[in-house]
């Protein structure tokens, strides 16, 4: 969606990881979804980590 390829999982201890590439503004944009959640999802803290962008990813997948 919005361009953005990468990936997203659920960890076993509740926290979510992800890796997202793209446009900034495409990217800037799903982190400020992932600050909110889908319904239902509580959002207690939110760590982004900033990297040079490298064209590694296709597609967006949800990984499990």
Aim: overall charge negative; glycine content about 10%; hydrophobic content about 35%.
């Amino acid at each position: 969606m919005h361009g953005v390829k990468g990936w997203v999982r659920n960890l076993p201890d509740g926290r979510v990881e992800a890796v997202f590439e793209g446009e900034e503004e495409a990217v800037k944009k799903l982190i400020e979804f992932c600050k909110r959640g889908p319904p239902g999802a509580w959002v207690k803290n939110l760590e982004v980590r900033w990297e040079n962008y490298t064209g590694e990813f296709k597609d967006f997948e949800i990984r499990y």
